[in-house]
């Protein structure tokens, strides 16, 4: 894969999810931990026809002057304006280029065309970077798109974003496009930019990528409009361990506080089976997989947890899909290296407990079945056996 790098565009699309609204306290909070992380670039939005937000987008820009701030601009003289005058020096100005949505500017597109030019060539005398965005594109004809992108280039843009506005393209038509775009144009840069309405998104993001894009734009838990955009944190860890040849600076230990922080300020609740950050992704309750891990942590776990700042140790549930191996775990963590009744016979007991209240039960809760029952159970003479692999003591608070 050739060289890459990723936008974040968290406090620009990510701030349309219904509901959010970052203050300036918490987009300068979010800007410092992504700068932290290694994002090169950050998209915020043109503080067009509002005072406050003007001076708010100076501030922001001021408070971290090392990264790339690409303002973004609809395809009228004040949004660029007001990027101006906000001391940007790179923009980016999307217009669509599909039929359906330039009807609803009360355009065509071959009357656009003269606008659009002025106001191009316009901006790459003031600005030190202009990127352009072909909106809707997973809507327009690859021969619109491929002619639009040698005008843009013509006129001074140094960037084309596909904007798959609506979250209709998949990895296969993603990479049609891009291929037919970087073939016909090899020397202008071209960055994906997709939405995530079918679920396709950071891969649509990533096959981009392997496909001609220098650049993919995504925020932080795929934040943004409806359903949301490509995930910023999904795509580096699938980046980092996919293509080794390809590491670039990025400090991963460092996503799982990002996340975090976001969805505070976000007021969002992270789902549980959230790829990387949520609760459940370092959970386990399968016996098969338990025992697995307990002889070798990555047997069952994609990743090294800590690589993203959560801590190493899988957390261990106790389900109907136990077993004993879990069971004995979870007693030895409590101390309780000789049980002295037959495990098969607390085994069902705490997998009908779970049953019965449709979910897994915490260690705690196995501790209390076993401290209730085991003067009723039946007994065994052995000792029981410990199992290799991770010789810690079982942390209680674990759930």
């Avoid at 352009?132 to 690859?142: L, N």
């Avoid at 705490?350 to 897994?360: E, M, Q, Y």
Wanted: hydrophobic share 40%.
């Amino acid at each position: 894969m050739h060289p890459f790098h990723l936008i974040d565009t968290t406090l620009r699309d990510g701030e349309q999810a219904p509901g959010v609204c970052f203050s300036l306290q918490e987009q300068l909070l979010i800007a410092e931990k992504l700068v932290a992380l290694g994002v090169r670039e950050i998209e915020v939005r043109s503080p067009v026809n509002d005072p406050q937000q003007l001076q708010d987008l100076r501030v922001l820009m001021h408070s971290q002057p090392k990264v790339d701030w690409l303002v973004w601009c609809r395809a009228r003289q004040e949004d660029v304006d007001a990027a101006s005058a906000a001391g940007a020096t790179r923009i980016h100005i999307a217009f669509p280029t599909s039929d359906r949505q330039i009807a609803t500017l009360g355009h065509t597109w071959s009357k656009a065309q003269q606008g659009l030019a002025d106001l191009y060539q316009d901006a790459v005398k003031h600005f030190s970077f202009v990127s352009a965005g072909a909106q809707d594109a997973s809507r327009t004809d690859i021969d619109r798109l491929e002619n639009y992108a040698v005008r843009l280039q013509s006129w001074g843009v140094q960037r084309l974003r596909i904007a798959d506005t609506l979250g209709l393209l998949t990895p296969r038509t993603t990479q049609n496009i891009c291929q037919a775009l970087h073939t016909k144009l090899p020397s202008l840069a071209l960055e994906f930019h997709g939405h995530n309405d079918l679920g396709f998104a950071t891969a649509n993001a990533l096959q981009a990528l392997e496909n001609g894009a220098q650049a993919a734009s995504a925020t932080i838990l795929g934040l943004g409009e409806r359903c949301g955009n490509a995930s910023l944190e999904q795509l580096l860890l699938t980046l980092h361990l996919n293509y080794p040849e390809h590491k670039q600076t990025y400090h991963l230990e460092l996503l799982q506080d990002l996340c975090e922080t976001v969805a505070r300020a976000a007021h969002y609740t992270i789902p549980p089976e959230q790829p990387l950050c949520g609760s459940s992704a370092v959970r386990h309750q399968s016996g098969i997989h338990i025992d697995g891990l307990l002889k070798d942590p990555q047997s069952y776990q994609p990743f090294d947890p800590a690589l993203i700042g959560r801590s190493s140790e899988p957390q261990f549930d106790m389900g109907s899909l136990s077993g004993r191996h879990a069971l004995s775990h979870i007693l030895e963590g409590f101390g309780v290296l000789n049980p002295g009744i037959a495990l098969n016979a607390l085994l069902q007991i705490v997998r009908k407990k779970a049953r019965t209240l449709k979910r897994t039960l915490s260690p705690q809760e196995v501790f209390e079945i076993f401290q209730a029952t085991s003067a009723t159970l039946p007994k065994r003479s052995e000792r029981t056996q410990g199992f290799s692999g991770f010789t810690h003591k079982f942390n209680a608070s674990i759930t």
